[in-house]
């Protein structure tokens, strides 16, 4: 009787130990909920237009071309983000170079007439202190694309920064603004943020994976989201 009782109790214990360490190495998914609700409010669609409701990327190479003028500064905080971007997406690298020929993404610096001259006429139709425009194909794979920073009425550093990270980061795909968090570089108001939040990091990071392909809609977006681990 007791070597049946001390049996069980082992059996018990060992059930006990067992389910502890499979809850333990259970693996959980990788990105919260809030996290993906977020990542489709600003990855489906843009701002302006009529664009689709789906995942809108890149797929090889940026090669970034900084045009107009680029003061010591500007360009430091340029080299600064794009270091930034580069640790955040796994897929692909931007990668600035000396001529406007080899660039598929022009970053222009100056005032809004002369990009609209020289770059992208539509811009005439906004007033925005800074602006982007990306071509995707059919595939809605970005092509090109050019942005421009509004450096004729923006003086202030800290103004032209916060532009500069907001709209290079928003040329990656990202083109949705938000009110929900205020700290976030998408948000639709009025800011100078001039940082990454946790969950803007995700953001970048979730659109270039490599699961996400250019095209899909929000349903197979939430799905392959929901499904990976850490």
């Not at 130990?17 to 333990?24: D, F, H, L, M």
């Not at 108001?189 to 270039?208: A, C, V």
Request: overall charge neutral; proline content about 3%.
């Amino acid at each position: 009787m007791h070597k049946i009782t001390l049996f069980a109790c082992l059996l018990f214990f060992f059930h006990l130990t067992t389910t502890s360490v499979q809850a333990q190495t259970a693996k959980k998914p990788k990105y919260s909920q809030e996290a993906i609700n977020y990542f489709l409010e600003v990855a489906l669609g843009s701002e302006y237009g009529n664009s689709d409701k789906v995942i809108v990327k890149w797929q090889s190479e940026i090669r970034l071309y900084v045009a107009g003028e680029p003061t010591p500064g500007l360009k430091q905080e340029i080299d600064k983000i794009v270091k930034e971007l580069n640790g955040l997406i796994k897929t692909i690298q931007i990668r600035e170079v000396l001529q406007e020929s080899q660039a598929n993404l022009v970053l222009f610096l100056g005032a809004k007439h002369s990009y609209a001259k020289n770059h992208e006429p539509k811009v005439a139709l906004y007033n925005d202190l800074g602006f982007f425009y990306v071509y995707p194909n059919s595939d809605k794979i970005i092509q090109k694309g050019s942005l421009y920073i509004d450096t004729a009425r923006m003086t202030a550093n800290d103004t032209r920064f916060h532009f500069l990270r907001e709209e290079l980061t928003q040329c990656l795909g990202l083109m949705n603004d938000s009110e929900r968090y205020p700290e976030s570089m998408f948000y639709q108001k009025w800011s100078l943020r001039n940082e990454f939040t946790p969950l803007d990091k995700q953001l970048i990071e979730m659109l270039y994976l490599p699961q996400l392909k250019a095209g899909i809609d929000a349903k197979q977006a939430k799905q392959i989201l929901e499904s990976i681990e850490r």
